[in-house]
């Protein structure tokens, strides 16, 4: 269902390279670039577009990976709510090659060139926390492949279920839960290994008492535990 011009405004405020914005001119924007609402598993992005966007992402969270020779996927990022992605020279952002695939439900707003720079010319701050945003992704995409590098996959697993705790788990009471339900197809595509061995390195975590499944949710019971087990060579 479309949401409220309100509702549009609220989200777009939240989207931190827009923050310089006004509530007028966050509105102008709404208007300007209509939502894409996307069902999980919608695929937004494959690599036989060709117009340059720039795409925020609003709400929901989506996977931005690529196919093999042999056909498997190999995921390079998960986008989060609140951040931008998209094929663009002016940014230095590119989806060549790569196809983007909503996680869960999500809606997308799609940004020209033309778009980009205006906001850019009338806000030059808006370039500049967009200039610090693709920096801070490129360390953090550093930092994972460091993370992984020489590590057996359940310490992998173990780092990779770690950043989900840390950019969506639900803590409880005793728990940390991951609400979004990953297969292990798309958790093995973002660690760089095969179904068959991220479901033995899951039951090895489930074994050492760090996590369990519920609900198809992962479930994290020993947080100390399992960065422990992330640590392992």
Request: hydrophobic content about 40%.
């Amino acid at each position: 269902m479309p949401m409220s011009l309100e509702e549009e405004v609220r989200l777009l405020s939240m989207v931190d390279i827009l923050g310089p914005l006004s509530g007028e001119e966050l509105e102008d924007l709404a208007k300007r670039a209509p939502d894409t609402f996307l069902e999980q598993d919608d695929i937004l992005y494959t690599p036989k577009e060709s117009t340059e966007r720039l795409f925020i992402l609003k709400k929901g969270r989506v996977q931005c990976y690529e196919i093999d020779e042999g056909g498997n996927e190999i995921t390079l990022s998960v986008v989060e709510d609140g951040n931008v992605f998209g094929e663009m020279a002016l940014t230095g952002q590119s989806l060549e090659g790569l196809y983007v695939r909503a996680i869960t439900p999500s809606t997308v707003v799609s940004l020209r060139r033309e778009d980009v720079e205006d906001l850019i010319t009338m806000k030059p701050e808006v370039g500049l926390r967009l200039v610090r945003e693709l920096a801070e992704r490129l360390r953090d995409s550093e930092r994972r492949y460091a993370d992984v590098v020489g590590k057996d996959v359940p310490a992998r697993l173990a780092t990779l279920i770690l950043r989900l705790v840390d950019s969506e788990g639900v803590v409880s009471s005793e728990s940390y839960q991951i609400p979004t339900h990953y297969t292990h197809e798309q958790l093995g595509s973002m660690i760089g290994c095969k179904r068959v061995a991220v479901t033995r390195a899951f039951r090895k975590l489930e074994g050492g008492g760090a996590v369990e499944l519920k609900d198809h949710r992962i479930v994290v019971k020993n947080i100390d535990t399992l960065r422990e087990l992330s640590e392992a060579i």
